[in-house]
């Protein structure tokens, strides 16, 4: 079983910034695409940000420029560096992975997701 656990968010001020953490454990050999996700109270959860193994990345359009997603391979981590923070991203950001292949035993695991983090950013 493939966990994934998110760190890094808290309360910041606008103009402020955060770095998000995900650490995937288990026996894993590779993970595929990985990407945050956000979710605010009462709306439908939303793509931040994403990137493949190869290192390809994709960007919400309101999150260009301001935010960077990165991983560590060797680790099978990834981050979200979180610059220019507004109101509007409060909201609880998950870690996902779309496909990762565990080692032993030599399994497939599909969809896998985090139990989020909050951020909060205050006017």
């Known amino acids: 079983q493939v966990q994934l656990v998110e760190s890094g968010g808290g309360l910041v001020q606008a103009g402020g910034s955060l770095r998000l953490s995900c650490a995937a454990s288990g026996t894993i050999s590779t993970i595929n695409t990985m990407g945050w996700y956000r979710q605010a109270p009462g709306k439908q959860r939303e793509l931040v940000a994403s990137i493949t193994t190869g290192g390809r990345t994709n960007y919400a359009d309101y999150v260009k420029g301001r935010f960077s997603i990165s991983r560590d391979k060797g680790k099978n981590a990834m981050y979200l560096q979180m610059n220019s923070l507004k109101p509007e991203d409060t909201a609880v950001y998950y870690c996902?992975?779309?496909?990762?292949?565990?080692?032993?035993?030599?399994?497939?695991?599909?969809?896998?997701w985090g139990q989020g983090t909050q951020v909060t950013v205050s006017s």
């Open positions: 996902n992975a779309d496909r990762v292949l565990k080692t032993w035993p030599m399994t497939w695991e599909y969809d896998c």
